[in-house]
């Protein structure tokens, strides 16, 4: 279980794109293929973060973007004034 | 050297163009153009690297209808990257020409990796049972279509994501 407003939040913003999945099931290391996330979920993953938190993932960003783990970084490390 | 690579590598074009062969530069190069309508590179933002190539092609005027393929480098596969492109792709097709529809031929192994849009943004025409060999057994190829309407609904949310970069400081 992962914890911290952050990670919750992205939980949740994971959970609305992947309806399916279980937030308490997920650890850091969980990677988007286990939680059969396809191309196009994941796309619309990163829109939800984007909108939700007001700021822009590079692609470059994106492209290492392969666990939970992954995606809470990066917007920690593009909001650092809510960590 | 970027569009060989991409259109030989398994794990990118290679299956898909020339059947796991390795074809010379010059029939790579002479086979770019093949019944291609127009085409792109996709590119980082901001850093414009290479990640793929898009394909609008074998345009049939009379009936309304073309195909759209597109390859992209392993690492970029599954991150999004690659699917936008597409998309982009399908607003510049439905843009530019009357086409009723457009078609993208897959195999099941590539489908899996854009799956979640059927019935959402694309459907399913037709399925080509045991039609390719690849990786030691005969797979199934499907052909799905993407609707000049369906489109319409979707692309002005859409293509306002895609903006997101435009006059935005990107990290």
Redesign the interface.
């Known amino acids: 279980m992962i914890s911290g407003d952050i990670e919750q939040e992205v939980l949740c913003l994971v959970r609305s794109v992947k309806k399916d999945v279980r937030v308490d099931s997920l650890t850091r290391t969980t990677t988007f293929a286990d939680l059969g996330i396809d191309s196009l979920d994941a796309l619309n993953v990163l829109f939800a973060i984007e909108e939700h938190f007001g700021i822009v993932i590079s692609d470059e960003r994106a492209r290492a973007i392969r666990t939970v783990g992954d995606v809470i970084e990066t917007v920690m490390a593009l909001v650092p004034e809510r960590t | 050297m970027f569009l060989y690579e991409l259109m030989t590598s398994p794990e990118a074009g290679g299956r898909v163009r020339f059947g796991g062969g390795t074809p010379s530069p010059e029939k790579v190069a002479s086979s770019l153009w093949d019944s291609v309508l127009a085409q792109f590179v996709i590119e980082?933002?901001?850093?414009e690297?290479p990640?793929g190539l898009l394909a609008i092609t074998s345009p049939n005027f009379r009936d309304g209808f073309a195909y759209i393929s597109a390859l992209g480098v392993p690492?970029?596969?599954?991150?999004?990257?690659?699917?936008?492109g597409v998309?982009i792709g399908f607003h510049y097709a439905f843009s530019t020409w009357p086409f009723r529809k457009i078609y993208m031929e897959t195999g099941e192994d590539s489908y899996?990796?854009?799956?979640?849009?059927l019935g959402q943004?694309f459907v399913e025409e037709g399925r080509l049972r045991q039609h390719v060999f690849w990786n030691g057994r005969w797979r199934d190829v499907f052909i799905v279509a993407v609707y000049r309407e369906t489109w319409t609904a979707l692309a002005p949310a859409m293509m306002g994501?895609f903006d997101?970069?435009a006059g935005?400081?990107?990290?």
């Open positions: 980082g933002v901001p850093s690297e990640l690492d970029a596969q599954g991150t999004g990257l690659i699917a936008e998309l899996d990796s854009f799956r979640s849009g943004f994501r997101r970069h935005a400081t990107t990290a």
